[in-house]
């Protein structure tokens, strides 16, 4: 089993920057494959970013955040993050990492990731 919780959510104005974490507790995060998710209200949760296991860290973007945001791992804290940088007002959710507890990326939907954090929200004010 693994434990993550998501922090550095909060307001900020548009085009601010923000920078997601997410701690892992119970696994060693850098032998698998991590994901952010979001969610806006009303809406399923959607696919964010991902990083593949550390022996290579390969990223993945949705289209919407391509350029914007950026996903790494730092594995002596047992972290990942998500810098978030230009930020929109469409970009307002909560924020979920997640894990499938595989070294290879089980793809872009939620029902294929077992693990999440509690979110954090992200408010970006125009």
């Known amino acids: 089993q693994v434990q993550l919780v998501e922090s550095g959510g909060g307001l900020v104005q548009v085009g601010g920057s923000l920078r997601l974490s997410c701690t892992a507790s119970g696994r060693t995060l850098s032998t698998y494959a991590m994901a952010w998710f979001r969610q806006f209200p009303g809406k399923e949760r959607e696919f964010v970013a991902a990083?593949?296991?550390?022996?290579?860290?390969?990223?993945y973007y949705a289209d919407s955040v391509r350029g914007r945001y950026s996903i790494s791992r730092d594995n002596a804290k047992n972290t990942i993050y998500l810098q978030m940088n230009s930020l929109k007002p469409e970009d307002t959710a909560v924020y979920y990492c997640a894990t499938a507890l595989s070294a290879l990326l089980p793809g872009r939907a939620t029902a294929n990731y077992h693990y999440w954090g509690q979110g954090t929200q992200v408010t970006v004010s125009s």
């Open positions: 990083i593949s296991w550390s022996r290579d860290s390969r990223t």
